[in-house]
């Protein structure tokens, strides 16, 4: 026996059986470990679709994450008083799907009073007041389903035995999501692989009449969601890349041929010839005016489909570097753009993080363009972290002069929609340049302007489009501590407090009523609660973190995943297999590990090289997870109710992703002291006297 079966024997840990007699033929270490990939699969898949059909949620999809986490909290609570298994699950799963599919939410452009998070103006479907609460009610009840088919096996084994297979399912179930997203599979494939493991699951396979039941109850309304997700799959001209949900569709407008680019519902791009773009929209060709040297080697980061690198080449550059975060709208500009840009051979693509691109590249540009950056979606995992964050913030932008060549420019565009974000991106520039740029704006209602700033003020032509000065009330510019660039104030805005208010309380009336008597048994693991909102604040700030120095693709988001469960896994080997300092010892390193990411912030470390950078990132990111997951597997191990227990640390998860956007207001290093608060808190909420104490 390991070290730690040995513990639970001499302790003679009282285990709950499952209330009903589960005739699934794998045993619960396989059923385990079956059961937590379903579970983490079925997460990011919701996650996924259901932001691609409802823009809202491209915007909020930490909402989709809080209501799973929920969702697996009330489930742990029901496992051991379930008198059936869980047949709501797949069909809520159902009504979910059939929901979204008749009524998706397509936005076009539009913006709140406090923080812009639309690209248009009109939407069509219900409003975000009735999508973002169904969402995310029925994302916690399908989510609930298999967290009790996983808090069945936590009573049927030792505890830290028990956390080990879980987090082996967790991984696998992320590793397969990520491996379906390289693959580019649609949602099609994502709803196959939930309906085999639920069938291994919940349909017998010895008694014929029950097995007849189960499959009913289970296979039937998930054979319905596969032929929704079919139809959806095989739309003409679709295609699902790591981000979006991307659809093209051809036409020709003045004898011109254009392609519309259409991501998750929005309107995103159009492939048009360079000669054309230039002749309907001129402003395109304004950063080529403004700079007083014809750029040679240029660098265009939001590359897209590449009408902007076939201006660039159009307007004499020699090279063209082209940087694109989606692998899918680089794929569609070499096989559909009317100009063939990417087949030229002074055009080389990246597919990469542009700022990243910048921190990783020592070669200098006469002209470094950002191109319509505007991602429509955030990093999963972080509630106000875009896609394209990272790239507007004042140490951006001095990324982008460090890389130019002397009597270089840099250069942006886009419809940015309001007069104090232009200024706001103005002031940035003069700030990051010692000069001031120029700024041009285009049209009123959607307020698309061209900012350019050469290196010094000799490098650039402004005339009459000079930079005047920013309003009294502009925002100062946005920092990689706190990159919202679209958010006009220093609070959280007020869409955000009331939605989160109503998750609370949801939260507090779902546990009431679903837990029974939940509160009483969650009790004495008052300090799990707390760890586990300690530990959501950590990986927020470790996916945070791991954006800006390594990019916000999607290859660096599952590498932190992953990595952040193989750490907690390490906890627990370490745990189960070695005998482990005392809590108080732990407690301490786990302050010292905070203290150590405090001291050193992210800015620090992108000064050093990729290896140096990758070795120091990860052992001050991993040293407080480590350390607070030895603290959980050790308080954990002497739990009387293993699911209880348990469920108090996820619902501690899901307040810590509500806290979470305190960022907003305090910055990304500043979760870094409410973790440390939430920890010390735990410290002081620790029984006093354990059996366990290795």
């Known amino acids: 026996m390991t070290n730690q079966e040995q513990v639970d024997t001499v302790r003679k840990v009282p285990r709950t059986p499952a209330s009903s007699p589960w005739h699934s033929p794998p045993g619960p270490r396989r059923r385990l470990v079956i059961a937590s990939a379903l579970m983490l699969f079925l997460e990011l898949a919701l996650i996924r679709w259901t932001?691609?059909?409802?823009?809202?949620?491209?915007?909020?999809?930490?909402?989709?994450?809080?209501?799973?986490?929920?969702?697996?909290?009330?489930?742990?609570?029901?496992?051991?008083?379930?008198?059936?298994?869980?047949?709501?699950?797949?069909?809520?799963?159902?009504?979910?799907?059939?929901?979204?599919?008749?009524?998706?939410?397509?936005?076009?452009?539009?913006?709140?009073?406090?923080?812009?998070?639309?690209?248009?103006?009109?939407?069509?479907?219900?409003?975000?007041?009735v999508v973002l609460p169904i969402v995310f009610l029925a994302a916690a009840i399908v989510l609930a389903g298999p967290a009790e088919l996983v808090g069945r096996c936590?009573?049927?084994?030792?505890r830290l035995t028990a956390y080990r297979f879980d987090l082996i399912g967790s991984i696998t179930g992320i590793l397969a999501f990520t491996a379906l997203s390289f693959l580019g599979a649609p949602p099609v494939w994502w709803s196959l692989i939930v309906l085999i493991l639920f069938a291994v699951l919940m349909v017998p396979q010895q008694r014929a009449a029950a097995s007849g039941i189960a499959a009913a109850l289970v296979v039937t309304p998930l054979l319905i969601v596969v032929g929704v997700l079919f139809q959806e799959s095989t739309q003409d001209d679709l295609r699902w890349s790591p981000y979006y949900k991307v659809l093209t569709e051809a036409s020709t407008v003045r004898d011109t041929p254009v392609l519309t680019i259409t991501v998750n519902g929005v309107p995103h791009q159009q492939a048009i010839p360079a000669a054309r773009r230039l002749d309907w929209e001129p402003q395109y060709g304004l950063p080529y005016q403004r700079i007083a040297n014809q750029p040679k080697n240029a660098l265009i980061v939001g590359a897209g489909s590449g009408t902007d690198v076939a201006i660039a080449l159009q307007k004499g550059a020699q090279h063209v570097d082209a940087v694109e975060i989606d692998p899918s709208l680089l794929e569609i500009g070499r096989t559909k753009h009317p100009d063939r840009p990417y087949a030229d051979p002074c055009v080389t693509t990246h597919v990469d993080d542009g700022r990243a691109f910048l921190s990783r590249t020592d070669k200098k540009y006469d002209?470094?363009?950002?191109?319509?950056?505007?991602?429509?979606?955030?990093?999963?995992?972080?509630?106000?972290?875009?896609?394209e964050s990272y790239l507007f913030t004042q140490q951006a932008f001095e990324s982008a002069r460090d890389h130019l060549n002397p009597g270089g420019a840099f250069a942006m565009y886009n419809y940015y929609r309001e007069a104090w974000l232009i200024d706001r991106l103005a002031s940035t520039a003069n700030k990051a340049f010692g000069h001031g740029p120029c700024v041009d704006k285009v049209g009123d209602a959607l307020q698309q302007a061209v900012v350019t700033v050469g290196l010094t003020s000799a490098d650039q032509t402004c005339g009459t489009t000079a930079w005047t000065g920013a309003a009294a009330d502009t925002p100062p510019p946005a920092t990689d501590n706190r990159p919202f660039l679209y958010l006009f104030t220093d609070r959280i805005p007020a869409l955000y407090l009331v939605t989160l208010s109503l998750i609370l309380m949801a939260g507090i009336v779902a546990v009431g009523i679903a837990g029974g008597g939940s509160y009483r048994r969650m009790r004495p693991y008052a300090d799990l609660f707390l760890l586990g909102v300690g530990f959501m604040l950590l990986q927020t700030k470790s996916i945070t973190s791991f954006a800006l120095l390594f990019g916000t693709t999607w290859v660096v988001n599952?590498?932190?995943?992953?990595?952040?469960?193989?750490?907690?896994?390490?906890?627990?080997?370490?745990?189960?297999?070695?005998?482990?300092?005392?809590?108080?010892?732990?407690?301490?390193?786990?302050?010292?590990g905070l203290a150590v990411s405090w001291v050193f912030p992210d800015s620090w470390f992108l000064a050093m090289p990729l290896p140096l950078r990758i070795v120091a990132a990860v052992t001050v990111a991993f040293l407080p997870i480590f350390a607070a997951n030895v603290i959980f597997a050790k308080r954990f191990s002497d739990t009387a109710d293993g699911t209880?227990?348990?469920?108090?640390?996820?619902?501690?998860?899901?307040?810590?992703?509500?806290?979470?956007?305190?960022?907003?207001?305090?910055?990304?290093?500043?979760?870094?002291?409410?973790?440390?608060?939430?920890?010390?808190?735990?410290?002081?909420?620790?029984?006093?006297?354990?059996?366990?104490?290795?």
């Open 558 to 592: 599952a590498i932190v995943f992953t990595g952040v469960l193989l750490a907690v896994l390490a906890a627990v080997e370490v745990t189960r297999r070695f005998r482990t300092p005392p809590m108080k010892v732990m407690f301490a390193v786990l302050f010292a």
């Open 154 to 158: 936590f009573a049927e084994l030792p």
């Open 51 to 129: 932001g691609s059909n409802v823009v809202h949620l491209s915007y909020f999809s930490n909402f989709v994450l809080l209501g799973s986490f929920l969702g697996i909290g009330v489930g742990f609570l029901r496992a051991t008083r379930a008198r059936r298994l869980p047949f709501y699950s797949p069909i809520a799963l159902l009504l979910l799907v059939a929901f979204v599919a008749w009524k998706p939410v397509a936005v076009d452009r539009g913006t709140d009073s406090g923080v812009i998070y639309f690209t248009s103006l009109d939407t069509t479907g219900p409003s975000a007041h």
């Open 367 to 387: 002209l470094i363009l950002f191109a319509l950056p505007d991602s429509l979606t955030l990093v999963n995992g972080a509630s106000s972290l875009r896609l």
């Open 644 to 694: 209880a227990g348990f469920g108090a640390n996820l619902l501690g998860a899901m307040v810590g992703g509500c806290l979470e956007y305190l960022g907003l207001m305090i910055g990304f290093d500043g979760l870094l002291i409410i973790a440390a608060l939430a920890y010390a808190a735990a410290f002081l909420l620790r029984p006093r006297s354990t059996v366990l104490t290795t």
